[in-house]
């Protein structure tokens, strides 16, 4: 398969391999941060989604899962974006939640950075969060960034090639891809996937690409069981429905369905080799929060840079299909375009 950002990329690597084993031995993505801490500190920025209170209280469970114990959530920076009234009324009642929990409220980000090892980017907007990430990753922390990892794609590349100057990591998707059926089938429950139909709630917008608002999650479901390497998505849109087809480049087919009707559910179908999967129902974050404290423990993110910014060309292209009317539109030609749009930092 093809990953368009990642090839010259791969190649460099291959180049000075040496010099790179050399320095990752030195310095593994901040891997020394958390030398003897007994206690890792987690702060947030943002706190305007839901999010931020489940992911605090699975971290401060007294009976924690498994890979969760040793972590605190102690500070927060609340933000929400003035321009989505939704997120500005809904501030206020989050973090009096993590108020209750225990979490500092801190009112510069100098006050966060200086208490915490880790970071939660956790606003519901995903135009900050280039903003919001980018002191964190110079001090040299570890960022989760919450769905969607930025509002474009070049917002997106920007971020984790700010992760890769200050020699930090970011990690950034949708909880559904720790869904347990979807796991299941990314570990081989069905074989080898020749396709999948996902479906998911699709509220729309106006500040976001229409499907990086919520869609996302039927999107992310769908990458985690068909894996990256789409070539080309077309889309129908209506009022209450978007379609969008997206064909591999090995042949394989798969649609994701966005519902702005009836009741709000994630799932989907694979077709396997060994018989169909259905997929569903989401149970929770829990499985994603436990794949953030391995990240923050090790600095290496569970989802590979190339796919998570196929998934935004996914959407992009998505929203270039509806305004052609339909038409197939190429994921290279986003990643072309994105270059050239790219933040300066």
Known sequence: MTHFYDRRRF???????????ALSTVLPFGAKAFAGADVIKVGI??????HAVAFTKSFHNPNPAPGL??????????????????????LPGFVDQLKQLGVEVVDSMDALLSRVDAVL??????RPHYRQALPALKAGKRVFIDKPLAASLAEGMAIFEAARQHNTAVFSCSSLRYME?????????????FGADTYSPCALEKTHPDIFWYGIHGVETLYTVMGPGCKSVSRSHTDNTDVVVGTWEDGRIGSFRGNRTGKSEYGGTVYGEKGNAVLGPFKGYEPLVIQIAEFFRTGKSPVAESE??????????ADESKRLGGKPVELKAMFDRAKKHKKKK
């Open 181 to 193: 059926t979807a796991q299941q089938v990314a570990k081989g429950s069905v074989g080898k996937v």
């Open 308 to 317: 998570t910014l196929e998934i935004l060309a996914f959407m992009e292209a």
């Open 121 to 126: 980017v956790e606003s519901n907007d995903g």
């Open 45 to 50: 920025i943002g706190a305007d989604s839901s």
């Open 11 to 21: 190649l460099q690597t291959l180049s000075t391999a040496g010099a790179g084993v």
């Open 69 to 90: 114990e040793g972590f605190k959530v102690v500070a927060v920076l609340p933000e929400a974006s003035p321009d989505i009234p939704n997120n500005v009324k809904r």
